[in-house]
């Protein structure tokens, strides 16, 4: 089955749906150096939509190997799925507790960086190659989807992971669709340390809540 094949016509009201979209946005929300270089290129005004599209791609690629492959690893034993959902539920604890920490200690060092940023032109190639670069060689990128989204979905089984999958998805394209507009309506005004603590807050307790329910799903 396709990785985002819908199995049933509500498929876009289901809690698995719901909790894909909800995770992908919870880890995707945080400042880091793929959202730095989109607002990087934002405020500079060059090929955003671009970078924008190349991000959600890069994204769902990896969501879609997460989900794909270690549903088929999952499969394979009862005590290894417990296992891979036992570390998602640490991996989000853990990132829950740092964004938590940004929260109460705002240091928008990326913020900074992106907007006093050398306004050198960038070509399409360029940005193309930028933006696959801070998507696939970011560690933490492979972490975020291909790993803790792919063993989220475990707890839902078939085909419920499928659904989580594209509700991921569906985050992640929403969340770079808003940063783009964002970006580039509000500009540096976007800075303000202000909203990014607002939205680590948000983060910290959606990234609890979704390690709580997958904790539960163990029992």
């Given at each position: 089955?396709?990785a985002?094949?819908l199995?049933h ?5 289901s809690p ?8 992908s ?9 793929q959202?730095a ?9 060059q090929?955003v ?7 959600i791609?890069?994204d769902?690629?990896l969501?879609?190997?997460g989900?794909?492959?270690?549903a ?8 290894l ?10 991996f ?7 964004a938590?920490?940004?929260?109460l200690?705002?240091?928008p ?5 992106a907007?006093?940023?050398a ?5 399409r190639r ?5 933006a696959?670069?801070?998507?696939w ?5 492979w972490i975020?989807?291909a ?14 992971n499928?659904?989580f999958g ?10 770079f669709?808003?940063?783009g507009?964002?970006?580039f309506?509000?500009?540096?005004r976007l ?10 807050g ?18």
């Amino acid at each position: 089955m396709n990785a985002f094949a819908l199995p049933h016509s509500l498929a876009f009201f289901s809690p698995a749906f719901s909790a894909g979209m909800v995770l992908s946005l919870s880890l995707i929300m945080a400042i880091g150096p793929q959202n730095a270089h989109v607002l990087r290129m934002g405020l500079q005004r060059q090929h955003v939509w671009l970078t924008v599209g190349i991000c959600i791609l890069a994204d769902v690629a990896l969501i879609a190997l997460g989900v794909l492959g270690l549903a088929q690893l999952g499969g394979l034993s009862d005590k290894l799925q417990g296992a891979l959902v036992g570390g998602g539920v640490l991996f989000l604890a853990y990132y829950g507790w740092e964004a938590f920490q940004r929260f109460l200690k705002p240091a928008p060092v990326a913020l900074q960086a992106a907007a006093t940023a050398a306004q050198a032109p960038v070509t399409r190639r360029q940005a193309v190659l930028s933006a696959l670069a801070f998507s696939w060689l970011n560690p933490h990128a492979w972490i975020d989807t291909a790993v803790l989204i792919g063993t989220a979905s475990l707890a839902y089984g078939a085909p419920g992971n499928t659904v989580f999958g594209l509700g991921a998805a569906v985050g992640s394209t929403v969340w770079f669709l808003v940063l783009g507009v964002a970006v580039f309506w509000l500009g540096r005004r976007l800075g303000s340390p202000g909203i990014w603590r607002t939205l680590d807050g948000v983060v910290a307790v959606m990234m609890w809540g979704t390690a709580a329910f997958l904790l539960a799903s163990l029992f």
